[in-house]
Nanobody, 114 residues
């Protein structure tokens, strides 16, 4: 059974930082591209960042320079470091694993508010 479990969300003040983690099980993690997406209330889910099995990264243009995706294949975990957070970053953040079939986690809430 494939499981993707996100953690690390929470409430943070504007300008603060959070690091999200997504632990995967049930897949050969190292051969999957991993991604982070987010969905704000009333909006469609959107890409945040992806990292290929080889470590290549791609980001939403609006997030470049503030967010960093990384992976640790030994821990079957993908991370999203989020810096200089803004209220508009408030959303549920989801990780996914993609290789022919796409798997999704349940999401973790990130709220940026003073």
């Amino acid at each position: 059974q494939v499981r993707l479990v996100e953690s690390g969300g929470g409430l943070v003040q504007p300008g603060g930082s959070l690091r999200l983690s997504c632990a995967a099980s049930g897949i050969i993690f190292s051969i999957y591209a991993m991604g982070w997406y987010r969905q704000a209330p009333g909006k469609q889910r959107e890409l945040v960042a992806v990292i290929s099995s080889g470590g290549s990264t791609n980001y939403a243009d609006s997030l470049k320079g503030r967010f960093t995706i990384s992976r640790d294949n030994a821990k079957n975990t993908v991370y999203l470091q989020m810096n200089s957070l803004r209220p508009e970053d408030t959303a549920v953040y989801y990780c996914n694993a993609e290789r022919i079939i796409t798997y999704w986690g349940q999401g973790t809430q990130v709220t940026v508010s003073s």
